[in-house]
């Protein structure tokens, strides 16, 4: 499919992040239950974030972040009513977190105790605005304290992990300041494609 992220495990192939990470809680020994619980219900819930996720917070995350930040790096131009109608759908999402998937007295999604698959998927989306401007980032997470205090909740649970997998946001962050001022253009596009898509 020509796709990332994907994985080979022996002669098994298979993409798509939400498959990859089912696939990896369910099929090794002496992964947690909580990342995805044999409790079949649980599970039903959890895909249902999952299934959600798509058509609504990454939409709205990616729509957001390629035309109001990235998609110079990337060779296409930005695009105010594109980026606007993203951020819309991005403020929905994270107020759907809110009153919908963080309820209950857990520290994460489904009012669990611990991180599930979902939390790690839902998280990562919301990383994307490590990117743009610091400003445009705390206005649109501002208002959703629950869903900042559940981002530091699950940064804190998987520690060291996040911050290494996270760590080329932050590369893509600096490459992107370099591109602005007008620094070494040509590489900064070629070191950031390869950067996102090493992230996708």
Request: glycine residues 6%; positive net charge; proline residues 4%.
């Amino acid at each position: 499919m020509k796709k990332v992220p994907a994985i080979v495990d022996g002669r098994f192939k298979l993409f798509e992040s939400h498959a990859i990470m089912i696939y990896l809680a369910y099929v090794f020994p002496g992964v947690a239950d909580h990342w995805y619980p044999a409790d079949l219900s649980k599970r039903a819930k959890i895909h249902s974030v999952l299934d959600w996720h798509h058509s609504n917070l990454r939409h709205g995350a990616a729509t957001y972040v390629l035309n109001s930040t990235l998609g110079p790096a990337l060779g296409r131009p930005l695009n105010p009513k594109a980026a606007a109608e993203g951020e819309k759908i991005l403020s929905e999402s994270l107020a759907k977190i809110e009153s919908v998937w963080l309820k209950g007295n857990g520290r994460f999604l489904l009012g669990s105790l611990q991180p599930s698959i979902a939390d790690l998927s839902l998280v990562c989306e919301i990383m994307q605005l490590e990117v743009v401007n610091e400003k445009d980032r705390d206005r649109i997470l501002g208002p959703h304290k629950k869903v900042l205090k559940w981002i530091n909740d699950t940064k804190n649970a998987t520690r060291p992990h996040f911050d290494e997998v996270h760590s080329v946001l932050f590369k893509v962050k600096e490459k992107l300041k370099r591109l602005q001022s007008g620094g070494a253009k040509d590489e900064t596009q070629s070191t950031l494609k390869s950067a996102l898509h090493s992230k996708m």
